[in-house]
């Protein structure tokens, strides 16, 4: 069964400042792999989403991720950040079964934005 | 273009009342349906997946349900409701098309009290 770890629980950073949020997964075949962002009381909207090919994608509201085999690792960037970017971020990665597609998130990532 | 729709937006329940949310989907055939509970500051928990009519696969053993009446629709519930079932409960949709990506609802809030 596929897994997906976020090392960090909670980061701050400075508006302006570029950000990394860590992805780690375990899955035995090629994943698809995903970021969601979640504002306070709301539901997961999708920023970007790998499913093949070019192993560094681009995403909504600037943001981007790189897919890396050899570390299992999906992590998500973007060289700006904005004060609408706090919120929390959601690493999934999606596994077709017999019975549909099965998506496992991380524990997310809360993200603070300084002024 | 597709759309969800889940309801109510927030609940207030006292413990061992009846719960029922409900998630419909527009725009598409044949989705497959997901409930995700998100407890406080945690990550989202897979309750239930649906493939198709009548056709409920269960991730964890409590004493919530799903059911599935109608294509496009997906309804949690629950006979008698704990103060551990607390929480913001998100139903999903995807396309049953192999990979695909997973759609929310906007969130229902339960307090059971």
């Known amino acids: 069964a596929q897994s997906v770890t976020q090392p960090d629980i909670h980061i701050t950073v400075s508006e302006g400042a570029s950000l990394e949020l860590r992805c780690n997964y375990s899955y035995g075949a090629t994943p698809y792999l995903f970021w969601y962002v979640q504002s306070p009381g709301q539901g997961l909207q999708l920023l970007l989403k790998y499913f093949s090919g070019d192993t560094l994608v681009q995403g909504i509201k600037g943001f981007e991720a790189e897919f890396k085999r050899s570390q299992s690792s999906f992590n998500l960037r973007k060289p700006s950040v904005h004060w609408s970017d706090a919120a929390e971020y959601f690493c999934a990665v999606g596994a077709v079964d017999n019975y549909g597609q099965n998506f496992v998130f991380g524990p997310g990532t809360r993200l603070s934005v300084l002024p | 273009s597709q759309t969800i729709h889940q309801w109510p937006a927030t609940l207030v329940q006292p413990v061992g009342s009846p719960l029922s949310l409900e998630c419909t989907v527009e725009?598409?055939?044949?989705?497959?349906l997901y409930w995700y509970r998100q407890a406080a500051g945690r990550g989202l928990q897979l309750l239930f997946y649906?493939?198709?009519?009548?056709?409920i696969s269960s991730e964890v053993p409590q004493n919530l349900s799903a059911s599935r009446p109608q294509d496009r629709q997906f309804i949690l519930s629950s006979k008698k409701l704990l103060l551990s079932d607390s929480g913001f409960y998100l139903c999903?949709?995807?396309?049953?098309?192999?990979?695909?990506?997973?759609?929310f609802g906007a969130g229902s809030r339960l307090t059971v009290l």
């Open positions: 649906s493939v198709g009519i009548g056709q």
């Open positions: 725009g598409t055939s044949n989705p497959n």
């Open positions: 999903a949709w995807s396309d049953y098309s192999g990979a695909n990506v997973l759609t």
